[in-house]
């Protein structure tokens, strides 16, 4: 891929989707991209659908929505139904199968399905299936270094919760590896 990153990541309010863009466009701020990170979620928050575009660019951004992602994190069916045919030609969607049970038929995009729930529940990582999936995009798009996205993990983690710092940090090795 191009040094733009448009990212797109998607699911239920809870599972840590906007952490992880926010991760993401630290990583930008790191590695002294141009970048935006825009959340959006439902009135409910926790259970209601939360979704966030991240771009990463060499150049000026034009607009901080993303509707035609070359990266796409999944992690609920809904989320896939309505974004999944708008990852541009080329481009990346990694798929939480544990939670989405559909495959994609489109041949034009590289779909990666990571158990991420059931990995995360198995190897003592519970709450962090949005950052083995983060691991993932990761080692598809290069989008980054995993020291930019430990540095920003330390930055996006509060004072108080640094303990969490450890296992994040697994949890995105755990996605790289897959």
Known sequence: MANNYNFL??????QGILFA??????TGMIDGKELSWLPSY?????????????C?????????????????IVMNLPSYDKFIDTVVPGGVAVIDSTLI??????????????????????ENLKGLANMILLG?????????SIDSVVTAM??????KKQHL?????????????L
Do not use: H, W
């Open 9 to 14: 990541l998607a699911g239920f309010g809870g």
């Open 21 to 26: 863009g926010k991760v993401i466009a630290y």
């Open 42 to 54: 439902g009135p409910e928050m926790r259970g209601g659908t939360a979704n966030c575009s991240v």
């Open 56 to 72: 990463l660019s060499d150049e000026p951004i034009g607009s901080p929505l993303v509707l035609n992602p070359n990266g796409l």
């Open 101 to 122: 049970d559909k495959q994609c038929g489109r041949t034009d995009i590289g779909a990666f399905y990571v158990p991420a729930t059931g990995l995360a529940d198995s």
């Open 136 to 144: 993932k995009l990761l080692k598809e798009t290069g989008f980054t």
């Open 154 to 159: 330390q930055k996006c983690i509060p004072p």
């Open 165 to 177: 710092l450890e296992p994040n940090e697994k949890a995105v090795r755990l996605g790289m590896s």
